[in-house]
């Protein structure tokens, strides 16, 4: 493998000193720009993109072309893992995700198998493999997955949910039936990871996108621990580097310090979280990824460069940081605003590490 001409990102997620403060943006690769629309019209649907490696890493690179970013994402969906298990994903216009199978009893759980990285999960590796070749050490790639309550969240309801009434009425009425299904998730999030980490992913992260939606303590029992399972069976050094692993709930600052208890590197946190507060709460003890409001990106660039300010003031001095947004850029952003973004945390940075 090439040798890595920048690694700033690395560094940043292990808290070891930086020059400034590294970026990349959670969708980066995506719909507000023209040259992924274009794309995405030629592969003919979404999954379709996902399951060609070569356009897979067309999109994953656009945005390192325009924009002077310090990582590169896998281009894939967090729907894969259930997918690969045979509930029929597909997806409606304007709906988002739907499953054809959704899970509502014991018995359609007890049949779900852990599908094999390189063989049912194969284009994902494919990818990964095709991303890393053609990244020549330009940048790290990051691979991912979603977290096994976020993933459980969709095979329940069967697509999209505003109440999440049947997964939580599965959680209340038969938590045993949960957590065998949230053991299977875990155990199939081990290996589609690791399996990303062999082909050349160079840091992981786990998007538990639903976490924010349980009570404190379904939260630990149902999402935190699956998570921690994960953390404990993850590959943590790939090519004599280490393969750090950033955790992220979405509206999870009540738990940051105990997510930062799984043997993590690294948190990502949304914008409802001041980051001087997550970083007191986690005293140092992990990396913080975050946590621009994506909408700022609607304002004018120097209201944008205002609020990049405010964040670099509110982690402040030290190392550790790695500046993103709170959640992913929204498809109606001017790639302007993306560029303003971004040169205001080159610009502002440096003075945070000296």
Same mark, same amino acid.
């Given at each position: 493998?090439?040798?890595?001409?920048?690694?700033?990102?690395?560094?940043?997620?292990?808290?070891?000193?930086?020059?400034?403060?590294?970026?990349?943006?959670?969708?980066?690769?995506?719909?507000?720009?023209?040259?992924?629309?274009?794309?995405?019209?030629?592969?003919?649907?979404?999954?379709?993109?996902?399951?060609?490696?070569?356009?897979?890493?067309?999109?994953?690179?656009?945005?390192?072309?325009?924009?002077?970013?310090?990582?590169?994402?896998?281009?894939?969906?967090?729907?894969?893992?259930?997918?690969?298990?045979?509930?029929?994903?597909?997806?409606?216009?304007?709906?988002?995700?739907?499953?054809?199978?959704?899970?509502?009893?014991?018995?359609?759980?007890?049949?779900?198998?852990?599908?094999?990285? !390189?063989?049912? +999960?194969? $284009?994902?590796?494919?990818? /990964?493999?095709?991303?890393? @070749? =053609?990244?020549? #050490?330009?940048?790290?790639?990051?691979?991912?997955?979603?977290?096994?309550?976020?993933?459980?969240?969709?095979?329940?309801?069967?697509?999209?949910?505003?109440?999440?009434?049947?997964?939580?009425?599965?959680?209340?009425?038969?938590?045993?039936?949960?957590?065998?299904?949230?053991?299977?998730?875990?155990?199939?999030?081990?290996?589609?990871?690791?399996?990303?980490?062999?082909?050349?992913?160079?840091?992981?992260?786990?998007?538990?996108?639903?976490?924010?939606?349980?009570?404190?303590?379904?939260?630990? !029992?149902?999402? +935190?621990? $699956?998570?921690?399972?994960? /953390?404990?069976?993850?590959? @943590? =050094?790939?090519? #004599?580097?280490?393969?750090?692993?950033?955790?992220?709930?979405?509206?999870?600052?009540?738990?940051?310090?105990?997510?930062?208890?799984?043997?993590?590197?690294?948190?990502?946190?949304?914008?409802?979280?001041?980051?001087?507060?997550?970083?007191?709460?986690?005293?140092?003890?992990?990396?913080?990824?975050?946590?621009?409001?994506?909408?700022?990106?609607?304002?004018?660039?120097?209201?944008?460069?205002?609020?990049?300010?405010?964040?670099?003031?509110?982690?402040?001095?030290?190392?550790?940081?790695?500046?993103?947004?709170?959640?992913?850029?929204?498809?109606?952003?001017?790639?302007?605003?993306?560029?303003?973004?971004?040169?205001?945390?080159?610009?502002?940075?440096?003075?945070?590490?000296?």
């Amino acid at each position: 493998m090439s040798e890595l001409k920048n690694d700033l990102y690395l560094r940043a997620l292990l808290r070891q000193p930086t020059e400034r403060t590294p970026i990349w943006m959670m969708r980066q690769a995506g719909r507000y720009l023209p040259e992924y629309r274009e794309v995405r019209a030629q592969a003919g649907d979404f999954m379709a993109l996902c399951k060609n490696a070569e356009l897979a890493c067309e999109v994953t690179l656009q945005p390192l072309r325009r924009f002077k970013l310090d990582a590169a994402i896998l281009f894939s969906d967090i729907l894969t893992i259930p997918d690969a298990m045979g509930l029929g994903l597909y997806f409606e216009t304007g709906e988002g995700p739907k499953f054809e199978r959704p899970l509502r009893d014991v018995a359609a759980i007890e049949q779900l198998g852990i599908p094999d990285p !390189e063989q049912e +999960l194969r $284009y994902v590796m494919d990818a /990964v493999r095709t991303i890393r @070749r =053609e990244l020549n #050490g330009q940048v790290p790639l990051i691979g991912f997955s979603g977290s096994p309550w976020t993933l459980a969240t969709y095979m329940v309801e069967g697509g999209s949910t505003k109440n999440f009434s049947e997964v939580k009425k599965l959680m209340f009425s038969e938590p045993q039936a949960m957590h065998l299904l949230l053991d299977k998730l875990a155990d199939s999030v081990i290996s589609y990871l690791n399996a990303q980490i062999a082909a050349g992913a160079q840091a992981v992260m786990i998007f538990d996108t639903w976490g924010g939606v349980l009570s404190p303590r379904d939260y630990r !029992e149902f999402s +935190l621990k $699956y998570m921690h399972k994960i /953390v404990a069976g993850l590959t @943590r =050094e790939a090519d #004599g580097r280490q393969v750090p692993v950033t955790l992220f709930t979405k509206n999870g600052g009540a738990w940051l310090p105990a997510m930062a208890e799984t043997g993590c590197d690294a948190l990502g946190v949304d914008w409802t979280m001041d980051l001087g507060t997550a970083r007191q709460l986690v005293q140092d003890k992990v990396a913080l990824q975050g946590n621009m409001d994506p909408s700022v990106l609607y304002a004018p660039p120097a209201r944008i460069e205002e609020e990049v300010a405010t964040i670099l003031a509110s982690y402040g001095h030290g190392h550790g940081h790695v500046f993103n947004l709170g959640h992913g850029i929204h498809p109606g952003v001017d790639p302007e605003h993306a560029l303003a973004f971004i040169e205001a945390v080159h610009k502002l940075s440096p003075a945070y590490h000296q």
